[in-house]
């Protein structure tokens, strides 16, 4: 007689309910997929846009946790990692969140933007919990055939990886976007966890000055580590006075190149005055609907000859690039740091609800 397993998860019931822990039978494994051991998930902004319900489409309930990272337990079959090698029992992995997309439709083939498939899933996100263990807030996530994973290389620390999460992965997709050139001086606007990542890749990138506008103070603190020349409190500071600043830090000029991480419409009109004339903007903290922005077309964006471009998402190539410079450069950039606190998995709607409330960059969630 066989002994019965089960795991111990946290599921979103719906919006606005609070997270409630739920017992799931342990999967049974086909050929190519694994069962990991879960040493942390994140807490993210997206975390909380689902707990308020501003994404369309989501399958409630869900297991919550789209960027994780833990123990292959059990491996069944051939598992490849994306470097071409076999997945084996006790390798410390990490996987890239969209795990489906379907290669046919127009997105997929014709305009090759995967991130706008139809039929897009993604851990943690668009999974019902009655399909499984398809989100990090578990003590075991269900890998099947088809995703890509990868061993976190040996000298990354796991709460490094944790720490930068989604917004480390997001922040590759926006540098690539924002096609930055040597020398440029970039502003990023939002010190949540998407906008500190976007500071040190800049950095990375060649960017000679980068200025962050955010809040609150620990924030600032934090992005100055990540590689913040200037920042300005959006708290203690009105759009004039901001815009008298970055003037005069860039000789009248403005920057060359701006990165929306607020996911606030008033930023992007604010934004549009900062960008100096055939400058570059990069909108990717819109995630949800912040409401309309209000813009002069003829005197913000045409006469200035602007280069406007959104982000959404990301992409394996992303994920792989994203772990490349975690081992690179974990060790004199702190992404450790934005995740500020660990959480049990009873500790969830606290965990969210400090996110929710900003008093922390990012929530961790510990399930074992």
């Not at 297991?63 to 994780?68: A, F, M, T």
């Not at 920042?231 to 060359?256: F, H, K, M, W, Y």
């Not at 400058?279 to 045409?302: E, F, L, M």
Request: hydrophobic share 45%.
């Amino acid at each position: 007689m066989g002994i019965h397993v089960s795991v111990l998860a946290a599921v979103m019931p719906a919006p606005h309910v609070p997270v409630e822990l739920r017992e799931f039978p342990e999967p049974a494994l086909v050929p190519g997929s694994a069962l990991l051991r879960t040493l942390y998930s994140e807490v993210c902004g997206t975390d909380v846009h689902l707990w308020h319900g501003r994404l369309a489409g989501v399958p409630y309930p869900i297991i919550p946790g789209h960027v994780s990272i833990g123990i292959a337990d059990k491996v069944r079959g051939d598992l490849i990692a994306v470097d071409g090698t076999p997945v084996r029992e006790g390798d410390r992995l990490v996987f890239f969140d969209v795990h489906r997309t379907c290669g046919h439709c127009r997105a997929c083939t014709v305009t090759r933007t995967p991130t706008r498939c139809e039929h897009r899933r993604v851990y943690g996100i668009s999974d019902p919990a009655s399909e499984g263990l398809f989100g990090g807030w578990s003590q075991a996530i269900y890998i099947e055939p088809g995703v890509s994973v990868a061993r976190l290389p040996d000298v990354v620390p796991s709460e490094t990886y944790i720490g930068g999460g989604c917004g480390l992965i997001t922040a590759v997709h926006i540098i690539d976007r924002a096609a930055l050139s040597l020398g440029d001086t970039v502003l990023v606007q939002g010190t949540g966890a998407v906008g500190l990542s976007a500071i040190a890749l800049a950095r990375l990138a060649g960017a000679a000055r980068v200025i962050a506008i955010g809040a609150p103070a620990d924030r600032l603190e934090l992005a100055r580590a990540m590689g913040a020349d200037v920042t300005i409190d959006v708290a203690a500071t009105n759009p004039a006075q901001r815009r008298e600043l970055i003037r005069d830090l860039t000789s009248g000029l403005g920057v060359d190149v701006a990165i929306e991480a607020a996911g606030s419409a008033r930023a992007v009109e604010e934004a549009l005055d900062l960008i100096r004339d055939g400058g570059r903007y990069v909108i990717a903290g819109h995630y949800t609907d912040a409401g309309p922005s209000a813009i002069n077309v003829h005197q913000q964006i045409n006469r200035k000859h602007l280069e406007i471009r959104g982000c959404w998402g990301s992409e394996v190539g992303h994920f792989v690039r994203a772990l490349g410079i975690l081992e690179r450069h974990h060790a004199n950039i702190p992404w450790r740091a934005i995740g500020a606190r660990t959480y049990g998995l009873a500790e969830v709607n606290q965990a969210l609800a400090d996110a929710e409330a900003m008093r922390l960059p990012k929530a961790l969630v510990k399930p074992n």
